[in-house]
């Protein structure tokens, strides 16, 4: 009962997490667009630096920006926290659920010098907290953006290196993508939003000619622009074990993200109304680079021919003391009230059907059983993978 609640309770909040997140990277994309196709207003307008007309749903928009305001705080005035604000707190409950309630098999390793469930749902929230720190000091203290930016990107690099030498493969993704994510939400909450009030105020105070937003607010914009594209690989990179199981996993990231921020790129140009098509290009080059990269090695086929019959009933009961406790029709182990992604694995035929997938989350990275939480070892690993690699017989 307790797995079919936290079942709902997964499938619930990543509903809510995944709506929210539509709302916050579209409006971020939605601002940045218009932000950028602002042309001068022809004739002049008094306090409008920039307008922009649109067309949507059968009406005509005309946008116009009034970057000190329009003289006076409109009655009428729309702010965008909300989106920000629920998409994190989403889809921070659905972390708890599903990596620090399943810290065991979903959050460690398991490894013999691997963190305990609890220590790692320590290390966690702390993460999130540290990166918002560090992140935030480097922004006051390095003057130039450019450093500031390869900094940032740096930073993010290392958090994945101890991230994936201390969490399971996918945790280690998602927790760099959540690590970009609290940056963005912080950048809203605890500089953008308190810098808007205060524009507010100077509005009322008739003092907003000599008001300044300030470098800080508009760098941080910037690096959350940069930031949405890999953010949303990370999240959905750790439902794909090719590239979180892999032995490069590291570079992988990083190339895959580096793709992600040229084609942001190529789109804040499109919009500035100068296209530049060769970051499309970059961005092609460096995910194919990543897709060589993340390739499966070969599995050397075993010296001595097919896999003796005596060495198949060994694999067979290797996949039913080590998988099946979960990947039965009617799971053993507490927790799992169902076979995790509908994978019977109860015979050895039920295996060979599905060798591939095996050796991807058995064989080529250590992924299953999750946590190792029955217990497999180096040697039975091996066994496996020259099964595999002899053609998975079933005698
Ligand atoms: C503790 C429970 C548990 C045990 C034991 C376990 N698995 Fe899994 N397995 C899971 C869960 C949960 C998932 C889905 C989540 C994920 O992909 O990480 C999964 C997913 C898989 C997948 C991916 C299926 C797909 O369609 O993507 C394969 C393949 C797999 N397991 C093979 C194995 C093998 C082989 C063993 C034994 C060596 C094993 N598992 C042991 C829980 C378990």
């Known amino acids: 009962m307790e797995a079919y609640i936290a079942d709902w309770l997964h499938l619930g909040l990543r509903w809510l997490h995944v709506v929210a997140a539509i709302t916050w990277v579209g409006s971020s994309f939605y ?15 008094d306090r409008v630096s920039g307008q922009l007309w649109s067309i949507h749903g059968g009406s005509i928009y005309n946008y116009s920006r009034y970057p000190t305001g329009p003289g006076y705080v409109p009655d009428n005035l729309k702010w965008s926290k909300w989106e920000s604000f ?45 990166a918002w ?37 996918k945790a280690a993704f998602l927790h760099v993508g959540i690590a970009m994510a609290t940056l963005m939400a912080g950048n809203v909450w605890f500089v953008i939003l308190p810098g808007q009030k205060k524009m507010l105020q100077a509005i009322k105070d008739g003092t907003i000619d000599r008001f300044d937003v300030g470098a800080s607010a508009k760098r941080r914009n910037y690096h959350s622009n940069y930031l949405t594209l890999p953010i949303v690989f990370a999240m959905i990179a750790s439902h794909f074990p090719m590239t979180y199981g892999s ?28 296209t530049q098509s060769r970051w499309l290009v970059v961005a092609a080059v460096i995910s194919l680079g990543a897709i060589v990269l993340l390739a499966p090695p070969n599995l050397a086929a075993p010296a001595n021919g097919p896999v ?41 035929q039920a295996a060979a059907a599905h060798a ?28 496996l993978a020259a099964w595999i690699a002899a053609g998975a017989p079933t005698k």
């Not at 601002?31 to 307008?45: A, H, L, T």
């Not at 900094?151 to 969490?167: D, G, N």
């Not at 490069?248 to 084609?263: D, K, N």
């Not at 009933?313 to 009230?337: M, Y």
Request: proline share 7%; glycine share 10%.
């Open 86 to 130: 629920g998409t994190w707190v989403s889809g921070a409950l659905l972390l708890a659920v599903v990596y620090w309630w399943g810290a065991g098999v979903n959050l460690v390793t398991g490894g013999p010098d691997g963190l305990s469930p609890a220590l790692g749902i320590l290390v966690s929230i702390g993460s999130m907290v540290v």
């Open 308 to 348: 003796a019959a005596v060495e198949t009933g060994r694999v067979a009961s290797i996949i039913e003391t080590r998988c099946a406790a979960c990947h039965a029709v009617k799971p053993t182990l507490p927790g799992f009230n169902a076979p995790p992604n509908g994978l019977v694995l109860d015979s050895l």
């Open 133 to 169: 720190v560090v992140y935030d000091v480097m922004c006051r203290t390095i003057p130039s953006d450019h450093v500031l930016s390869v900094a940032v990107a740096a930073f993010m690099a290392l958090l994945l290196w101890i991230f994936l030498q201390i969490f399971s493969g």
């Open 356 to 383: 591939q997938k095996i050796r991807q989350m058995a064989v080529d990275a250590p992924l299953m059983p999750p946590g190792n939480l029955t217990g497999m070892t180096e040697e039975e690993r091996a066994l």
């Open 247 to 274: 032995a490069h996993a590291w570079l992988g990231f990083i190339l895959i993200s580096a793709a992600g921020v040229a084609v942001r790129h190529f789109f804040n140009t499109m919009h500035h109304g100068h």
């Open 31 to 45: 601002f940045n667009r218009i932000d950028r196709s602002f042309r001068p207003p022809v004739p002049p307008v």
